[in-house]
């Protein structure tokens, strides 16, 4: 048996899984013409299983194409490549293409000398604009982040409910948010969702969903950034217990020299450490604005991605944090987010978000034009007071 024999029998067992019928935001934003497309992601969000509809789009017999993984080859990618098309490939996908050696350089001569299609699908701390090989004309990047409480509901309930824009909300909230709580209890699922709703996998079992969770975290930290990044084991730990003193830190109080004092840690490498969270997927950083891995400033606030983590990583979980969590995650796909001096954050450089409970009010944002109040545990909001579960249905 040829080596492209074993790999099409792991490949027909790829095209033989069911594939689900829904399909993530980011399906629509693919544009199936280009040559090489990339899907980056953290672990766990869904990657794998976006590439397989992507490639169910085409009208290519199955036949046609073939599904490797980066850790299971022993031949180079091109060598793989140039097999498959001499045998009449025309599809070839790649999962977790970050394991596979000099990868950039791979897809550049199967871009050049192949007349193939390439999906592939890699970490999200993939250091691509660092490679040695100009990817950005070769490859059409994209990137799959956590699970929108829209999809969430998709997935877990059935729901059919239309992606909102930011303008929709603003302008129409209490319609939207009444027509949608007739269909279901908003409140009662958007507590489902902040607990397992931001990873598709919560479909393979609840009980075992942070298990699940708590080790995806352990393989991004300890395989994907140790090799990534070249950090060693004890370096790994030590970010490890960085982004449990992350969590338990409140947003408005973060206190960078007490951080990097509690992790033992310089500023600087603090900062490098923050870097490759936030590249991880595994943090969000309003403000600091990194170049070449530094920090040019203090960063304003510091998140973990997605409110799940929280249930993960934090002893105490900090409500405030959770909700800010929430609105940074759904709100930055589609729109640029600030830290505002008066308010939480402003979006876009022009509208302002005060984040809070049911009675939060107007005093920090009075007479501010463009502010808003987001509020947590209410289910339809009133003039420019607005349910905060509602936000989670941008993309």
């Not at 022993?74 to 009449?88: C, P």
Request: with cysteine.
């Amino acid at each position: 048996m040829t080596s492209l024999e074993k790999l099409y029998e792991f490949s027909n067992l790829y095209f033989s899984l069911p594939t689900p019928r829904f399909k993530r935001y980011l399906f629509d934003k693919i544009d199936f013409a280009s040559k090489i497309i990339g899907i980056l992601g953290q672990r766990g969000v869904g990657k794998t299983t976006l590439i397989r509809q992507i490639a169910q789009n085409y009208e290519i017999p199955s036949s046609k194409m073939l599904y490797i993984s980066s850790d299971n080859i022993t031949d180079s990618l091109s060598q793989i490549a140039k097999q498959f098309s001499a045998y009449g490939g025309k599809l070839l996908i790649i999962d977790e293409i970050h394991k596979a050696d000099n990868f950039a350089n791979e897809l550049k001569i199967i871009y050049d000398f192949l007349d193939i299609k390439v999906i592939f699908s890699g970490s999200s701390a993939l250091e691509i604009e660092n490679s040695k090989v100009d990817l950005s004309r070769r490859v059409l990047f994209y990137e799959l982040h956590s699970l929108s409480f829209r999809e969430f509901l998709a997935i877990k309930f059935g729901f059919d409910l239309p992606i909102l824009t930011l303008s929709d909300i603003l302008q129409n909230h209490q319609n939207i948010a009444l027509k949608i709580t007739k269909q279901m209890k908003s409140l009662e699922y958007f507590a489902l969702y902040k607990e397992f709703g931001a990873y598709p996998f919560f479909t393979e079992g609840e009980i075992g969903y942070k298990l699940r969770l708590n080790e995806i975290i352990n393989i991004i930290l300890d395989s994907e950034v140790a090799t990534i990044y070249n950090v060693d084991s004890d370096k790994i730990n030590t970010i490890r217990k960085l982004l449990h003193l992350l969590c338990s830190s409140v947003p408005l109080g973060l206190n960078i020299q007490n951080i990097a004092q509690s992790a033992a840690v310089s500023r600087n490498t603090l900062y490098s450490y923050l870097y490759y969270l936030q590249k991880a997927n595994l943090i969000e950083i309003i403000g600091g604005n990194f170049a070449n891995k530094k920090l040019l400033n203090k960063p304003d606030k510091i998140y973990l991605e997605n409110t799940n983590l929280y249930n993960i990583l934090c002893s105490n979980k900090n409500i405030g944090s959770i909700r800010e969590s929430f609105f940074v995650s759904q709100i930055k796909i589609n729109h640029n987010i600030k830290y505002a001096k008066k308010g939480d954050f402003i979006v876009d450089d022009t509208y302002i978000f005060e984040i809070g409970g049911k009675n939060k009010g107007f005093e920090q944002i009075k007479d501010i034009k463009n502010s808003f109040v987001i509020s947590d545990d209410i289910e339809v909001g009133f003039g420019n007071k607005i349910p905060l579960w509602l936000f989670g249905f941008l993309y």
